[in-house]
């Protein structure tokens, strides 16, 4: 049976674990607030109690942590990595992936970025989108595993490249939901019945699917029980921001959002859905 580690098991990474449950796999969890492997466990999964025990015939690594600092700490607690490839599914940045590449290398492992666009329902129905980045050897070699988590996964190029695109991809989560945000108080400020406008909205060329998604959300002020939080839709859009100073982009646009975004820092929108960010495009 393929054996697989899951360091990190908050909303992403329990789903992921689920998943790979659900598929027969061998899975081994770890998370640094152990309560949160409950649910796993009734599950079947494998309790890591100490990450020295995670490395075992050569299985490889999938880590779904907040960011890279909280990956590179939980990586190296794992000691000598034995050949294993560390595959890290969170959100991080292009340098920061790179040098967490070269930290793994030190620790005698293999390294295969793979973040994903979609969230805990697509990670339950294995739809997760993956954009690997790394040596094509690894990504052959993790592919079957891959498979599991999304009907596609994609090769993007090196070490980087994964990244970078999970932050392209990450940056239009933050702008179509403000955008459609704004578009939404309008149009109840202005009296005209949120279905006329979109129905207009739907068959238009500027429709995403994200819209409907979230509108129901928006209108109720429903943002518990999140699929991915404000917190780190902040974090991915600071991340964002620090690539495109880095590319020469400006983003006087963009800057408008993230100090809206700061400025919650700390509230009560952190730890709900993303969404809730339509909370902070009304003058209070
Ligand atoms: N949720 C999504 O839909 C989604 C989609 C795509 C990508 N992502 C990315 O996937 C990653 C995880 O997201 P999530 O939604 O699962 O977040 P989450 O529910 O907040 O889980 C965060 C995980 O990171 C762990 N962690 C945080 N700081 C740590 C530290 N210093 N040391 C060790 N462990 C630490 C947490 O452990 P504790 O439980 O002990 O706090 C938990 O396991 C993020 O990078 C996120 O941007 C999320």
Not at 253 to 276: K, R
Request: charged share 15%; with cysteine.
């Amino acid at each position: 049976m393929t054996s697989v580690a899951v360091l990190g098991t908050g909303l992403l990474g329990t789903a992921i674990a689920t998943r790979l449950l659900h598929q027969g796999l061998n899975v081994h969890v770890w998370n640094r607030d152990s309560s949160r492997i409950a649910p796993l466990a009734a599950m079947g999964a494998n309790v890591i109690d100490d990450l020295e025990q995670v490395v075992e015939n050569h299985r490889p690594i999938i880590t779904v942590l907040r960011d890279a600092s909280a990956t590179t700490s939980v990586i190296d607690g794992v000691g000598h990595l034995q050949g294993s490839t560390v595959i890290p599914m969170g959100t991080m940045g292009v340098e920061e992936s790179r040098n967490l590449a070269k930290h793994v290398a030190g620790q005698g492992g293999s390294y295969l970025e793979a973040p994903v666009l979609g969230s805990r329902p697509q990670a339950l129905n294995g739809t997760l989108l993956v954009m690997a980045g790394g040596e094509a050897l690894d990504f052959n070699q993790q592919h079957e595993l891959l498979t599991h988590l999304a009907e596609q996964p994609m090769h993007v190029g090196p070490v980087g490249s994964g990244a970078a695109t999970k932050l392209a991809l990450n940056q239009m989560i933050a702008s179509l939901t403000h955008s459609f945000s704004l578009s939404i108080r309008l149009i109840q400020q202005s009296g005209v019945p949120v279905e006329t406008f979109m129905k207009i909205l739907r068959p238009s060329a500027l429709y995403a699917p994200t819209f409907d998604k979230k509108l129901q959300r928006m209108l109720d002020q429903h943002y518990s029980d999140p699929n991915f939080s404000t917190a780190l839709l902040r974090k991915d859009l600071r991340l964002f921001l620090e690539e495109a100073a880095a590319a020469g982009l400006q983003t006087n646009g963009l800057q408008g959002l993230a100090t809206l975004l700061e400025d919650a820092q700390g509230g009560d929108l952190d730890d709900q859905d993303y969404c809730a960010l339509h909370e902070l495009t009304v003058l209070r």
